[in-house]
T-cell receptor
Framework: AQSVTQPDIHITVSEGASLELRCNYS??????LFWYVQSPGQGLQLLLK??????LVQGIKGFEAEFKRSQSSFNLRKPSVHWSDAAEYFC????????????FGKGTTLSVSS | GAVVSQHPSWVICKSGTSVKIECRSL??????MFWYRQFPKQSLMLMAT?????????EQGVEKDKFLINHASLTLSTLTVTSAHPEDSSFYIC????????FGPGTRLLVL
């Protein structure tokens, strides 16, 4: 079955500390991988995506993610977290075709402490 | 990046009335759009896939007569919640994709 697992429901990180959010997927075809961020009451904003090529991808707001095919993982990282990074983060996987919806993980809530 | 808009951003209505939500892709044509529902502190739940010029495809458990979807053009899809009831209160988000899926800002529906 196709699925996305985000093992951490809630993570608290001190401001200025590094962050890693985990994402594991199960997908039968070549995966297209995405990370989105959602602030309360808002839609989803694309942080970064992986289609092919370099397995370390850079995104907006200083985020990066590494695709590891052998581990079926696409973990999101940021070297220094800012208080404004507090939000809900969703990992998603899907095919390359425009006509198919993404499969989402349940999300990880990030809290940032001062 | 591509932008997807939704209107209205939030709506309050009385039980029994119908509510229409619009989703537009602003700078690309979308043959397919997607409608999601999101409950508080939960992930997105795919409701239906909207196809331009043809019938929408609904996910299992979603009432097609309750949630009417029309994809009138390559840039506009609408979701109509018919005879809304309090249990329909939720956050509705649409998505359109070229190669990358983009999401609208969402519509908060409150049915009294």
């Amino acid at each position: 079955a196709q699925s996305v697992t985000q093992p951490d429901i809630h993570i608290t990180v001190s401001e200025g500390a590094s962050l890693e959010l985990r994402c594991n997927y199960s997908y039968g075809a070549t995966p297209y991988l995405f990370w989105y961020v959602q602030s309360p009451g808002q839609g989803l904003q694309l942080l970064l995506k992986y289609f092919s090529g370099d397995t370390l991808v850079q995104g907006i707001k200083g985020f990066e993610a590494e695709f590891k095919r052998s581990q079926s993982s696409f973990n999101l990282r940021k070297p220094s977290v800012h208080w404004s990074d507090a939000a809900e983060y969703f990992c998603a996987v899907g095919p390359g075709q425009a006509g198919t919806a993404l499969i989402f993980g349940k999300g990880t809530t990030l809290s940032v402490s001062s | 990046g591509a932008v997807v808009s939704q209107h209205p951003s939030w709506v309050i209505c009385k039980s029994g009335t119908s509510v229409k939500i619009e989703c537009r892709s602003l700078d690309f044509q979308a043959t397919t759009m997607f409608w999601y529902r999101q409950f508080p502190k939960q992930s997105l739940m795919l409701m239906a896939t909207s196809n331009e010029g043809s019938k929408a495809t609904y996910e299992q458990g979603v009432e097609k007569d309750k949630f009417l979807i029309n994809h009138a053009s390559l840039t506009l899809s609408t979701l109509t919640v018919t005879s809304a009831h309090p249990e329909d209160s939720s956050f509705y988000i649409c998505s359109a994709r070229d190669r990358t899926p983009y999401f609208g800002p969402g519509t908060r529906l409150l049915v009294l």
